[in-house]
């Protein structure tokens, strides 16, 4: 392995985020990633921490738990938060970025770090030696994902996550549709398709009766979907006013030529850099493409959409971590001769956001090991120290992977009943607590900036 020198395995978002914090830090750093020679159900390119999935990293707002973490990140000198305020798309309070944009930002930077080697090629077998972080992600290739089963002593959990499709913006009919975001923030961010009640419920009809993909064979047995991440036809199926209630909810939004609210909205969202491509937001999918073009086409303005990109679904799996990961994502059990670590959406840390964090943390500690420094375990008072404490501490008997949320964080010490007060405070005392932490443990003195 090298004196000072870590392996890391996978280039997603987690494993990008892990080599840039370890090279920072002087470390040498070899960076594994199977693309393009062998790719993923779900990977379109060869670029590093490519979004499968949407193209909105969630809220910007302090007073929201993603935004939280997000302002964490930047101030612990996240490479995957650079990229995203770089190539950030209209969005409203929320960060979108330009898909291929941020994967070629993020990509250049590493590439283009002296301290890090990125090797294309599948790793079939973890390394026997040396300090290694595991970053493959949800759709681990199955050679590793077998012994990383057998090291576990255990059978991966896994549920199913789905992709929303994407149209191209000149093939929507934009006399039926308008711009804006939910109670007048951002400026024309979202194009809307606003439904009446006869509208709405023809498209539900029609969502009911379509028919789904059928399920590979490495996805049959016992389904479960995440719960933040429902293919629309599985939300619709629980109840014929939940879309209404959820991804259609109108709430904030009033069509400029009625001057009234309708009574549903699908809301479209900027998915490149250019303006050009639009994700259907909350459109997750499982239904078969054709049903997908004929179902879709009964939404207002999307009648005559030219489908870039139609939705899948696939099969994430995930580690059962508080059984098997300490909060600063190494693993308990003792290895002869190696030391692993494990980040990204395979420890259960849900959401574009959680991955890069718990990569960070990986990353950091693993090379503070390189480098024969103490591990860091972050303030359970900081969103990111509270995510990596549930992954580590939850029941393992029903553990579910978890988004950051506010109900991660423990109590204030004066109640707040409003719930935004609520969450400044919580912000407020997290990023005190982070600033503390980061003065007190030199997290960020040991980094080595290159030009």
Not at 59 to 79: H, I, V, W
Not at 167 to 196: H, Q, W
Not at 401 to 413: A, C, D, S
């Amino acid at each position: 392995m090298g004196e000072k020198r870590l392996t890391i395995i996978g280039g997603g978002l987690a494993g990008s985020e892990a080599a840039w914090q370890a090279a920072q830090r002087g470390v040498e750093v070899a960076l594994y990633e199977m693309r393009p020679a062998k790719m993923t159900p779900a990977h379109r390119t060869a670029l590093l921490a490519e979004l499968v999935c949407s193209n909105s990293l969630g809220s910007n707002l302090l007073d929201r738990a993603p935004g939280l973490l997000k302002e964490e990140l930047r101030r612990l000198k996240s490479l995957i938060m650079r990229c995203a305020d770089v190539c950030a798309v209209p969005a409203g309070d929320a960060l979108a970025v330009g898909r291929e944009a941020f994967s070629e930002c993020i990509t250049q930077a590493i590439a283009n770090h002296p301290r890090i080697t990125l090797i294309r090629r599948e790793v079939e077998a973890l390394p026997k030696e040396g300090v290694i972080v595991v970053a493959t992600g949800p759709l681990t290739s199955e050679p590793l994902a077998q012994e990383i089963a057998a090291l576990a002593g255990e059978e991966h959990l896994y549920f199913y996550d789905a992709m929303a499709p994407i149209v191209a913006l000149d093939s929507i009919d934009m006399s039926k549709v308008f711009r804006g975001a939910r109670y007048g923030r951002g400026e024309g961010d979202y194009i809307n398709c606003p439904m009446t009640r006869e509208e709405y419920d023809r498209f539900v009809d029609a969502l009911l009766s379509a028919e789904t993909i059928p399920l590979r064979d490495f996805e049959r047995g016992d389904k479960r979907f995440f719960e933040a991440c429902l293919p629309i036809e599985v939300l619709a199926a629980r109840g014929r006013e939940a879309l209404a209630f959820g991804p259609l909810k109108p709430v904030g939004l009033v069509d400029p030529r009625t001057g009234e609210r309708p009574y549903a909205v699908v809301q479209l969202r900027q998915d490149n850099l250019a303006g050009t491509l639009y994700n259907l937001v909350g459109f997750q999918t499982n239904l078969k493409w054709g049903e997908q073009k004929r179902v879709f086409s009964l939404i207002p303005g999307l009648e005559k959409a030219e489908w870039v990109r139609f939705g899948q679904m696939h099969r994430n799996t995930y580690l059962n971590a508080p059984r098997l990961l300490e909060p600063t994502m190494r693993w308990r059990r003792p290895e002869a001769g190696r030391s692993l670590y494990f980040a990204g959406q395979i420890v259960g840390t849900e959401g574009y956001i959680g991955s890069t964090a718990s990569g960070l943390v990986a990353g950091l500690n693993a090379a503070r090991e390189v480098l024969g420094k103490p591990p860091l375990i972050f303030p359970v008072e900081t969103m990111i120290g509270a995510l990596m404490h549930y992954v580590s501490h939850a029941s393992p008997e029903d553990f579910q992977p978890m988004k950051p949320n506010f109900g991660l964080l423990p109590p204030l010490e004066r109640i707040r009943r409003r719930r935004r007060e609520r969450n400044a405070a919580y912000a407020e005392r997290a990023l005190a607590a982070l600033e503390a932490f980061i003065a007190s443990s030199g997290a960020l003195d040991d980094i080595v900036e290159h030009l």
